[in-house]
């Protein structure tokens, strides 16, 4: 982390909220109108597109090198967890065991 | 769903019963959630009051996986807002759907603005699902205030134990680096129904995956966005 103490409450209280504004612009200040379906349906991919980026960050990056290591282990694990339908601590448990028993062993 | 029968009042009781059961069942589920949340909030370096603090004013879970997955890799405050602000821009659109559903009372008045303001606070994933699944607005308002309520308060507490647990456990030992991938792969599967979805989560890691070694970290995340335009065509 090269976030000061300072910073990271900082980002707290930004993110929560603009995070907020979100949630009542749609709720209160737009209401019930609908939005323009190209807009609706890039929105509506954004989780898609951020989440499987943040998933191959969090396994094959650290900094700015790409790297293959025990967490590789760990993903491979929570996809057939998540492929079986584990609950979500399942998948979440299963790949910190995975990751931390290569460890051990390598 | 269907199988309605018997008269109006028990029907209504067994319809309400089954929605507050539900949604009582998904509070606890993601209950669970916030432990490694918790837990993973303390292995990327904030404090048990941070990870406190995000769940408790940011609440929208992805958005703070996201903040706290950048800034335990090494990000600048920018960029950990950057891709957070992005997953948090999608409860704009579930305020839209809900606006017709939960802006109102029993009676359909219109709620009062202190009280819209406070039910804003609760627009996020679960209880848009929730909400939406009901056709008569009456339950579809238990449904959202049921599993607002019961989620905050667990997701809450679940934070707070995972954070404390983190703090007294040796986390890269455990492979607790595994955890934020492990999550956001969890929560992926439900993006992927359409091809559009997959498309936009092959664009999105490939982007990062392509573009890391030459920006700063956490801003691969932000580009990897550009997988939202596989949307542009319907």
């Known amino acids: 982390m090269i976030l000061s103490n300072g910073e990271l409450w900082a980002l707290i209280f930004v993110l929560s909220a603009f995070a907020y504004l979100c949630k009542a612009m749609g709720l209160i200040v737009v209401g019930g109108r609908t939005m323009p379906g190209v807009v609706e349906r890039c929105v509506a991919l954004i989780p898609a597109s951020l989440l499987a980026a943040l998933v191959v960050k969090d396994t094959f990056t650290s900094m700015q090198d790409v790297a293959l290591d025990a967490r590789a282990a760990g993903l491979a694990v929570a996809l057939v967890a998540v492929w079986r339908r584990a609950p979500f601590i399942v998948v979440v448990v299963a790949a910190m065991a995975a990751t931390a028993a290569v460890r051990a062993l390598g | 769903m269907s199988d309605a029968t018997g008269d109006d009042t028990s029907g209504a009781d067994a319809q309400r019963k089954r929605v507050v059961s539900a949604s009582l069942t998904l509070g606890a589920a993601v209950g669970v959630t916030a432990l490694s949340f918790g837990l993973a909030a303390v292995s990327a370096g904030a404090s048990v009051w941070q990870a406190c603090a995000l769940s408790f004013f940011t609440f929208t879970g992805a958005s703070q996986f996201s903040a706290m997955s950048v800034v335990g890799a090494g990000g600048s405050l920018p960029a950990a807002f950057g891709g957070a602000a992005l997953l948090a821009v999608r409860n704009f659109v579930y305020g839209l759907t809900l606006a017709g559903r939960v802006s109102t009372d029993a009676r359909f008045r219109r709620l009062s603005l202190p009280r819209r303001l406070l039910t804003a606070h609760f627009v996020i994933d679960e209880t848009t699902a929730m909400a939406s699944a009901e056709s008569d607005s ?62 936009a989560a092959l664009t999105g890691a490939v982007v990062c995956v392509a573009l890391t070694p030459f920006v700063p970290v956490g801003v691969a995340i932000l580009v990897a966005v550009v997988g939202v335009l596989h949307g542009v065509k319907p």
């Open chain 2, 138 to 199: 009456r339950l579809a308002r238990t449904a959202f205030w049921v599993t607002a309520l019961s989620l905050f308060v667990t997701w809450n507490a679940g934070t707070l134990v995972g954070a404390l647990a983190g703090s007294v456990l040796d986390m890269r030992a455990l492979g607790f680096d595994a955890a934020f991938p492990a999550a956001f792969l969890a929560m992926l599967p439900g993006h992927l129904r359409t091809p559009q979805g997959r498309r």
